[in-house]
């Protein structure tokens, strides 16, 4: 009589079978193993180490990948670090092994690899793992071999291990803010997150948007430093992103590249508000109040004020230019000021609902401040694809 397997009992049953493998190992005097692998993914090829696990079954007209290990776990790794590890692969069979590619999720990860193993010898599949691109904490990445064995076409690798910051800088978030003509200088101090000390030996910026003018010790905080961070003049207004790369000797001998990141603000002497590099939208659920009976214009305001309060600013004049096949009397703009010799409004407003269904345009501005009078750009778009009459 046979006894149907269910679900309670299934455990009992896996844990005979592992018995009478085990028993049926000692007989035949080769390692046995339980598949443990997830279903619909190719399993990864027994690990042979012993010498005598060297000469595997015969293989006929086809290769054979073999790998003696696939995990590999650090100890605690300093952020900024970047280190290689290899795994060697063996081609068992009797036809030259090719490896296509090795894949992994991790910009983290760069791989380089033998392309082709002889029949009989081995390779090289070589992780280069920067710590730099990725966060603080442990961390467990997977990588897969692809070649031309058709019994194990792709075979999976484990890395990971925890990683640590091997610095703290105060401030924690690092902004340079200032107008476009400034070199406005920021102190970043830098101090050890781990009993290690350091030295910074170099230091190098990524975007050229600022330098690093000055390192020097801080003051009562031994092992700390303190740098000099300088914003760079440069032609216009924008918002970069940027950062520091710091190359350290630290106490053991090893030498790290950490960054830090630096956001760099060139501020235009006139501040314009929503942002000029910005476009001014009226939505279509904005301008389908115009076809209300009674609506009243749809209106969008840009604030205008200068980045320095002490200096006295004026807008001279706002116009709107829209293409010919715009109406006339659609658009209309006018300026307010909000407060005399600091800020200023100028108020974009649409009268009408044409029939197109959008157009794009540009506001100019000129403001005085300083004597000097500037025309600041802004682009504007307006849709008109909801509903109609």
């Given at each position: 009589?046979?006894?149907?397997?269910?679900?309670?009992?299934?455990?009992?049953?896996?844990?005979?079978?592992?018995?009478?493998?085990?028993?049926?190992?000692?007989?035949?005097?080769?390692?046995?193993?339980?598949?443990?692998?997830?279903?619909?993914?190719?399993a990864n090829p027994p690990i042979l180490k012993?010498?005598?696990?060297?000469?595997?079954?015969?293989?006929?007209?086809?290769?054979?990948?073999?790998?003696?290990?696939?995990?590999?776990?650090?100890?605690?790794?300093?952020?900024?670090?970047?280190?290689?590890?290899?795994?060697?692969?063996?081609?068992?069979?009797?036809?030259?092994?090719?490896?296509?590619?090795?894949?992994?999720?991790?910009?983290?990860?760069?791989?380089?690899?033998?392309?082709?193993?002889?029949?009989?010898?081995?390779?090289?599949?070589?992780?280069?793992?920067?710590?730099?691109?990725?966060?603080?904490?442990?961390?467990?990445?997977?990588?897969?071999?692809?070649?031309?064995?058709?019994?194990?076409?792709?075979?999976?690798?484990?890395?990971?291990?925890?990683?640590?910051?091997?610095?703290?800088?105060?401030?924690?978030?690092?902004?340079?803010?200032?107008?476009?003509?400034?070199?406005?200088?920021?102190?970043?101090?830098?101090?050890?997150?781990?009993?290690?000390?350091?030295?910074?030996?170099?230091?190098?910026?990524?975007?050229?948007?600022?330098?690093?003018?000055?390192?020097?010790?801080?003051?009562?905080?031994?092992?700390?430093f303190v740098l000099q961070l300088r914003k760079?003049?440069?032609?216009?207004?924008?918002?970069?992103?940027?950062?520091?790369?710091?190359?350290?000797?630290?106490?053991?001998?090893?030498?790290?590249?950490?960054?830090?990141?630096?956001?760099?603000?060139?501020?235009?002497?006139?501040?314009?508000?929503?942002?000029?590099?910005?476009?001014?939208?009226?939505?279509?659920?904005?301008?389908?109040?115009?076809?209300?009976?009674?609506?009243?214009?749809?209106?969008?305001?840009?604030?205008?004020?200068?980045?320095?309060?002490?200096?006295?600013?004026?807008?001279?004049?706002?116009?709107?230019?829209?293409?010919?096949?715009?109406?006339?009397?659609?658009?209309?703009?006018?300026?307010?000021?909000?407060?005399?010799?600091?800020?200023?409004?100028?108020?974009?407003?649409?009268?009408?609902?044409?029939?197109?269904?959008?157009?794009?345009?540009?506001?100019?501005?000129?403001?005085?401040?300083?004597?000097?009078?500037?025309?600041?750009?802004?682009?504007?778009?307006?849709?008109?694809?909801?509903?109609?009459?």
């Amino acid at each position: 009589m046979h006894e149907t397997v269910t679900a309670k009992s299934l455990p009992k049953v896996v844990a005979t079978l592992s018995v009478a493998l085990a028993l049926l190992s000692c007989v035949v005097g080769t390692p046995v193993a339980l598949a443990q692998d997830t279903p619909g993914t190719p399993a990864n090829p027994p690990i042979l180490k012993t010498p005598q696990d060297q000469q595997p079954p015969a293989v006929t007209g086809s290769p054979r990948i073999r790998l003696t290990e696939f995990e590999f776990l650090w100890d605690t790794v300093l952020q900024g670090k970047t280190f290689m590890k290899d795994w060697i692969v063996y081609n068992d069979g009797d036809q030259p092994l090719k490896i296509s590619q090795v894949r992994t999720k991790c910009v983290c990860s760069t791989f380089d690899y033998d392309q082709e193993i002889a029949p009989g010898d081995s390779g090289i599949v070589r992780l280069i793992f920067d710590s730099n691109k990725i966060k603080v904490g442990t961390t467990k990445k997977t990588a897969t071999i692809y070649s031309n064995d058709p019994k194990y076409p792709e075979v999976t690798v484990w890395y990971g291990g925890p990683i640590v910051l091997a610095f703290r800088h105060r401030p924690s978030t690092v902004q340079l803010r200032g107008l476009v003509s400034d070199q406005t200088t920021v102190p970043v101090t830098v101090s050890p997150a781990t009993p290690q000390k350091f030295e910074i030996i170099e230091t190098s910026v990524a975007y050229d948007q600022f330098e690093v003018s000055e390192i020097s010790p801080a003051p009562d905080q031994p092992g700390s430093f303190v740098l000099q961070l300088r914003k760079k003049a440069v032609a216009k207004a924008e918002i970069k992103p940027d950062f520091v790369k710091l190359k350290l000797q630290m106490e053991d001998g090893d030498v790290i590249e950490p960054y830090i990141r630096v956001k760099v603000v060139h501020q235009d002497s006139v501040v314009i508000t929503p942002s000029p590099t910005k476009t001014l939208l009226f939505m279509n659920r904005e301008t389908n109040r115009l076809l209300d009976e009674g609506a009243k214009p749809v209106e969008k305001r840009l604030t205008v004020s200068g980045a320095n309060s002490q200096i006295k600013l004026k807008v001279l004049d706002a116009r709107i230019e829209v293409p010919e096949k715009v109406p006339a009397g659609v658009f209309s703009v006018r300026v307010e000021e909000a407060r005399p010799d600091e800020r200023y409004n100028v108020v974009v407003a649409i009268h009408e609902y044409p029939s197109i269904t959008y157009t794009d345009g540009k506001v100019f501005i000129d403001v005085e401040q300083g004597g000097q009078v500037t025309t600041h750009e802004i682009k504007i778009r307006a849709m008109f694809a909801g509903r109609r009459r």
